[in-house]
């Protein structure tokens, strides 16, 4: 940690973070003309706005919302989640923030970020993930992660929590960077993925303070930072207009390559993909398409080649009887229910609910309301 | 002078003699009823007064009082209308000194037009019923006599308050007043609904079967437009008919209510579906002098509650009880009632708030958090007591089309009538009556895990997110469809087949 930052100054960034509506670069030029930001907390809202040609409302609520925490229980608190709060000024603060348009002030990090020389791959896509984008998704975060490259994500529901979950599962350390404080968990179903992410030597980062409740506008803001962190940013699925779409183009903002997982043409969460690539994203196809984008010193020594076992369940398949395959066959990429499969095979329930069950206990298919659909590719 | 005179009123579902004294003494002409009357008893004296004066009879310009004894207990209905009149007749010395002595060998019920004449009254059957012992001949109105007919009590039916003193002087005959029957009026013959109409949907119906079979709950879930009200409808049609004493039980609620039209007994399971606006007094029952609800009227047969997800909390709530002991009990701060109320309970509702969660084609709009507080207005207490959840999907065109019939109602309803002997033979001496009512000590005895059963509950709990206290539901439901098959033992593929009926999956499930 850099020294030359006094404890003081560090509380009062803390403070002066804590006003939501403030993009950092403009906090950065506050700082700048007032010298620090202790300087910043000594004005009233007057001279604040004066100086720095603000609207004095805004100031007022500057000041109120900056006196509103307390920067000691902030740290207090971080410390006690077994989490540092870092300035731009300390080593540990990641090169890679500093150089965006407007890096973090504070930056909440719990656990351990990795370190620069590590290839950073950012996946980011729908909340409302589709048996396709969660397979697709589940398979890239697996194969990146055994080739040794590190997830980052926003921990939200689908695609997020799909990428996350991967690393988890293969105990790697993966990156969530979250639209909350990092007191917090959002959704709460997560809040065991976190905890894994966690134990697995993986980092959770916000910018907010410590107990900012999830907001609408916090969820773009913390895009940028995933961007950022990213050395090459995958679209899974997303709409048009979608978080996901952002941050490819906060990553195009920052020189990053965008990739895109093409899908359907008629599915509504693969319209974002399929015109990114349109736009001239680079198509994913395998997790190679993925690692050759990753700038040059750090591709060396990823390959996909290396993957050991590749993930395609074709030897788990081998063993089927018959009728098993046929079910698979009629599931195909997509779903399809226990109704689907009496029919097609002219079976009767109790038949097709012990052949559904046996391949959901091997784990070939998943059973989501009431529909089937394959795992894996 | 003073006379008594037998009536009869309601609690719960049970009738009670209640002695009508009426005491005609010289004083301000006034006429005052005291014994806990309820409005409608208060306002029986103006119609007395109006019967008896147009009947031809004098009313008592004198001070009469009239009591309805035990005065503890709330009474209401109009059938106090009949006995307050022939009590004042008897009271005014307007029937003769031999005819007032016979009145204690009758029972009266019944409500008096302005004219004189009788008028149904509720409550007929269970007053009739309960009040057998005392060994009374009743006096009902001719429309009730159907009820008369179910009692088994003798009785006498006369149309007008004049023609029932005539009677009772002994210038009518007992055939004069009596009628036996009434030609039903031409009912609208109900269309027949058969589960063969229902195309596709093999799950569902086979859930239905089996709940039909071991009196489970269901749960469906399903897009709009996927059958979830046509499956309900054709529900009763596979249920075993109804048993004399069913019957009874159903026709005395029926009674109260006054529901019972022209039929006689009630023989055909009943259906109730309330709108899920419902308020929770009309679900479970309720009133300052409790009524049966919807539960109740639904009793031994099918409760259905379309858009489950949509009726309020509380309404929901209330099924509880019901569910779980067959019966609801209405406390009032001076009494409480209970209700029967065993019912099958049939909910169905979408998937998602905007209804296309799942769909083929069309996108869902609604968000994961919007989905989530959707599925949890149904609380998992009450989702515990459901043992069967379906998903139902949409029905394409080729299952639409299908040239081969479906299963015809009488098919499956042969199989549940074989699974429901055995469950006979299973509980006889227990209060038990089908798989679902099993108690824990039951499930023990009946429902040994086949070997095997462990590894695949074991694989359902870890990879499905099965919880250990849905083990009993499906144990319950795997007995069910062991005997629909016919088989002493449960199965492992039985337990397996139930597993596909999972419970809706209430949380956003994580994805680790």
Redesign the interface.
Known sequence: MNNTISAAERLARIQVNAFPYFRADWLERLIRIFGSAQEILRQDAKTLAQEAQMNPATAQRFLKEAFSIDPQQEWDRTSQLGGHIYLPEDEEYPQALKSIKEPPIVLYVLGKLPPAEQAAVGMVGT??ITPYGRRAADKLATELTQCGVTVISGLA??VD??C??AA??LKKPTVAVIGTGVGRCY?A?????AK?ILEYGGAIVSELPVNSPPSAFHFPRRNRIIAALSHVVTVVEGEIKSGALITAKLALEMGKDVLAVPGPIDG?QSAGPNQLIKDGAGVVSCVQDIIDYIPEPLRFGISAHALKAPLIAKEEEAGLDDLSKQVLEIIGPG?A????V??ALQI???QA??L??EL??K?ILA?????YSRNKF | MLSKVNACAIKGIDGFLVSVEVDIAPGMPTLSVVGLPDTEVKESKERVIAALRNSGFDFPLKRITVNLSPAEQRKSGTQFDLPIAVGILAASQQLSPAASQTLANYLFAGELALDGALRPCAGVLPMLISTKNAGKTAVIPPQNVQEGNISSVPFITPHTLRELADFLEGKLSQEAVQINFIPPLAEPEEPVLDFCEVKGQPLAKRALEIAAAGGHNVLMIGLPGTGKSMLAKRFPGILPPLTQQEALEITKIYSICNLMGKSRLITKRPFRDPHHTISDAALIGGGTNPRPGEVSLAHNGVLFLDEFAEFSRSSLEVLREPLENGVVTISRAKESVTFPARFTLLAAMNPCPCGNLGHPHKACTCSPTQINRYRARISGPLLDRIDLTVNLNPVSYGDWNQKTEGEHSSAILARVLAARQRQAKRFAGSPTTANAFMTPAEIKQFCPLPAGADTVLEAAMRKLGLSARSLDKILKTARTIADLEQKDQIETRHIIEVLQYRPLDRKGVADI
């Open positions: 909340r409302k529901r689908g929590s799909a996350h979950a988890v599962r959704p179903e997560n809040r065991p993925l894994a509504p779903e229910s226990l109704d689907a009496v029919e009767d329930v109790p609910a012990g559904l069950f959901e206990i784990g059973c989501r309301n009431g529909l």
